[in-house]
Structures are given as C-alpha cells and as structure tokens.
C-alpha cells in the first residue's frame, strides 16, 4: 500500500511539473486566455487539459513549438503535434497532457471548456503579473 502512495505522490508532482512547464511556456509566447483543467475523471488518456489562444497561426505555432521544446527541457518526452500546417488549431500531446492551441474563432465555436471544464485548475503564476 505504501508502494502505491508513493506512485500516487510521485506522479502527481510529476504533473504538476509538467503543468508548470507547460503553462510558463505560453506565457512565455504571449499565449491569451490560459485555462487547465482536471480530466482525471473523466478519462484515463490523460489528467490535464490545458486550452489557450494564439492571435495568429505564426503565433500558434510558435507557442506549439515552445511548449514542445519545455516539456523536453524538463525531461518529459518529445510531444507529438497536429494541426501545425494550418495553425488555426494545434494540438500537442504532452502524455499526461494535451495542449489545445487555437485561434479564438475556432476555440469559441468548438467550445472545449464545455466538454473539458467540470474540474478548472488554479495555477499560480510562475512570476506576479505587473499591472
């Protein structure tokens, strides 16, 4: 049993690490309208939603493209990507997460935090934002 806490606690902060690297990556970018959500029990594929929006589809993929190149930083593994050659919706999936990045006409007909937002999660920001 403690064996099993200790997978539990140790792939919690594995997530919440991930979810760090992947949120200070779209800021990074200039990502607007960074929303997280908990799908741990709505499905077993993965445990984090994160859904954001890019002004431009060079925007979308340079924020895809960042958030890929932190999870490797972090020692996560190399994310795979859809939706680059468009732009207008990439997604990248992070394992445990998938990142929706997505034009803000796209994001608000497609609606994802209606499907994905029973559970939102509070991320304290890396750095305070200045006013």
Known sequence: MACMAETTASSSRYIQKLQRAIVDALDDVK????KIFNTEAITPLFERVVIAS??????TRALAAHVRDQVVAMGGDKPRMEGQDNGEWIVVDCGAA???IM??????YYRLEDIWGDKP???????????
């Open 121 to 131: 999660v509070r991320l304290r920001r890396a750095t305070p934002v200045r006013p």
């Open 98 to 100: 998938v990142v929706h």
């Open 31 to 34: 990502a607007q309208d960074i």
């Open 103 to 108: 034009h803000p006409a796209v994001r608000q």
């Open 54 to 59: 890019g002004t431009s589809s060079r925007q």
